[in-house]
Structure formats: C-alpha cells, structure tokens
C-alpha cells in the first residue's frame, strides 16, 4: 500500500519569499510522485512529476521538488512567491507497477499569499 | 482539442435516484479514472480504465459502476445515489507509459454532485 502526508493544510507566506510545501510518502516499492495544482472551481493541473530520473525535479511556474529516498520526502519548493500561486497543491504518489491511472493523493496544502 | 470533458457541471439528485456521470476525451489517451475530491480528504480513486474493455476497482468504488466501450468515453454510474455520495467528481486521462515514459494526466472540470 502506498500513501502521501502533507504537513500543514494552510500554508501562508509572503509575496516574494520562499514557498516549502511538504510531502512524505509510503511505498513498499520505488515510487513515482507528483506534484498537482487546483485553482478554485477547476480540476487539477500538473506541475512536476519524478520518475526515477533525476531527483531534483523542475516543474513549470517556477516549481521544483527533491525526491529525498532517505527522507521518503518530495517537498516542493519555489524561490519567490507570486500572488498568482495562491491555490491549492496536492502531492501524490503512484508505484512503478503502474503508470499514473492509479494515484493515490494526499489531502492538499492550501497556500496563501500575502500581498 | 477539447482535453477532457465533463457533464453535467452540476447535478442535484434525491437519495435512491439514478444518473451517470459523462467523461470524454479527445486526445486517444489508454487511461482513464475517477476520482472524488471531499473537503480535507484530498482525491480518492473510484474506478480506472487502461483501455477500452478493461476496467478495475480503486479505493472507494462501492456504489458506482463504469464501463469503456470505446477510447473516448467512461462514464460513472450511480445505482441509487446516497448522500454519502455528494461530493466533487473528477475525470481524468493520460496515455500510457511506466517509468520515465509516465505521462502527463489531464483532469476535467469536475462534476458537482448535491445528493439530498
């Protein structure tokens, strides 16, 4: 069985300073991770994803994650937030018998901006 | 492309009414899933599909059926809607590929669901 944690359902940070979501998986076996967007009132979008490639992953807007086997973490990091990144992220982590038709998600980070 | 879409955007149903659920993609993608998404439980699978045919269960499948005759549909059936069930649905589709070849999946608008 696999799971994602997600510390912290809010998340509130300055305009300009670092954005750090977390993530923690579970996985009996190598994972693939996935780090998605919801915007309000529509579906999810994809920012990155690791699949045993590189473990430092770039994603778009600005995004990028670690994949930490160590830690068992992949936290998702952006330099300098932006007003137009307040939404809600979700990880997610699927394993490498299968692609990504079956994710299992965590329960999301709401992030805000401060102006 | 349209990507994936979802009807209706918004459904009230009475306790023990039926309705399906419609997904469609324009993209000839192999996969196919359903997920809820409930306040402070994140997505959970339903149901996916790896083609037309095939189908199989995902964590909370009780009280939905689907089915894929074709590479574009899937639809989700509720038998006998509960109130259990009000919840936001999502489909969603990606072509195939296991490890480096793991594909992007899209994710349609969403179908709110109000079971009274």
């Known amino acids: 069985a696999q799971s994602v944690t997600q510390l912290g359902s809010h998340v509130s940070v300055s305009e300009g300073a670092l954005v750090l979501l977390r993530c923690n998986y579970s996985?009996?076996?190598?994972?693939?991770l996935f780090w998605y967007v919801q915007y309000p009132n529509q579906g999810l979008q994809l920012l990155l994803k690791?699949?045993?490639?590189?473990?430092l992953v770039k994603g778009i807007n600005g995004f990028e994650a670690e994949f930490k086997k160590s830690e068992t973490s992949f936290h998702l990091t952006k330099p300098s937030a932006h007003m137009s990144d307040a939404a809600e992220y979700f990880c997610?982590?699927?394993?490498?018998?299968?692609?990504?038709?079956?994710?299992?998600f965590g329960t999301g980070t709401r992030l805000t901006i401060i102006p | 492309n349209a990507g994936v879409t979802q009807t209706p955007k918004f459904q009230v149903l009475k306790t023990g009414q039926s309705m399906t659920l419609q997904c469609a993609q324009d993209?000839?993608?192999?996969?196919m899933s359903w997920y809820r998404q409930d306040p402070g439980m994140g997505l959970r699978l339903i149901h996916y599909?790896?083609?037309?045919?095939?189908?199989d269960q995902g964590e909370v499948p009780n009280g939905y059926n689907v089915s894929r005759s074709t590479t574009e549909d899937f639809p989700l059936r509720l038998l006998s809607a509960a109130p259990s069930q009000t919840s936001v649905y999502f489909c969603?589709?990606?072509?195939?590929?296991?490890?480096?070849?793991?594909?992007?999946?899209?994710f349609g608008p969403g179908t709110r669901l109000l079971v009274l």
């Open positions: 969603a589709s990606s072509s195939s590929g296991t490890g480096i070849r793991v594909e992007t999946q899209y």
């Open positions: 996985s009996s076996v190598p994972p693939y």
């Open positions: 690791y699949t045993s490639a590189a473990t």
């Open positions: 997610a982590v699927s394993d490498q018998n299968f692609g990504n038709e079956k994710l299992t």
């Open positions: 993209m000839n993608h192999e996969y």
């Open positions: 599909s790896v083609g037309a045919g095939i189908t």
